[in-house]
């Protein structure tokens, strides 16, 4: 913090953000099971993957989250799937007074965490309407998965030590 001339600490700008819209870019269902038919007794097993992306928009302040979905289900039985459905959920954002140093970590936590429970009442009503039990999505580790994509990018750049 920085001293004003009265000895008093300055208060930082306070953090200003604004869900300006939420869509669905992408989506597609495919329900397997109505297709080919499973025999016998159906246990799903249901995975769920996740990618984020963000961009800063023409506009001022504004900046574009991308929630990238890809969910699957499959019998336990067999292996055989029962319904595969992705879905892009993007959100656009004004923010103000993030600083620069910790603007990407805010756009890949705190924006998808704004998003989620749209992106997830929208799973549960594509899966219900595509034949299945709704699928009510667990709390997502937003944390976690921007420090899984972190490593994921170090690993893949090249070793910076000097060839012998």
């Given at each position: 913090?920085t001293?004003?001339?009265n000895g008093?600490?300055?208060?930082a700008?306070?953090?200003?953000m604004?869900?300006?819209t939420?869509f669905?870019r992408?989506?597609s ?8 038919g ?5 246990q799903?097993?249901?995975t ?8 800063k ?12 979905l890809?969910v ?7 292996d055989?799937h029962?319904?595969v459905m992705?879905m892009?959920?993007?959100?656009v954002?004004?923010?103000e ?14 924006c998808?965490r704004?998003?989620?429970?749209y992106?997830r009442?929208?799973v ?6 595509g034949g299945f039990p ?8 937003w944390v ?8 994921r ?10 060839q012998?």
């Amino acid at each position: 913090m920085t001293e004003t001339e009265n000895g008093s600490a300055a208060q930082a700008p306070q953090i200003k953000m604004t869900t300006l819209t939420q869509f669905v870019r992408d989506l597609s269902f495919e329900n397997i099971l109505a297709q080919k038919g499973v025999g016998g007794e159906v246990q799903p097993d249901v995975t769920v993957r996740v990618n984020l992306d963000a961009k800063k928009r023409s506009a001022e302040h504004q900046y574009e989250v991308v929630t990238k979905l890809k969910v699957e289900s499959k019998n336990k039985e067999d292996d055989a799937h029962l319904f595969v459905m992705e879905m892009d959920f993007v959100g656009v954002f004004h923010i103000e007074n993030v600083p620069e140093d910790q603007l990407h970590p805010f756009l890949m936590i705190e924006c998808p965490r704004m998003m989620f429970p749209y992106l997830r009442r929208i799973v549960s009503d594509v899966t219900r309407d595509g034949g299945f039990p709704p699928l009510n999505l667990e709390n997502i580790d937003w944390v976690q998965i921007y420090r899984n994509e972190i490593a994921r990018r170090q690993s893949e750049k090249p070793s910076e030590a000097p060839q012998a």
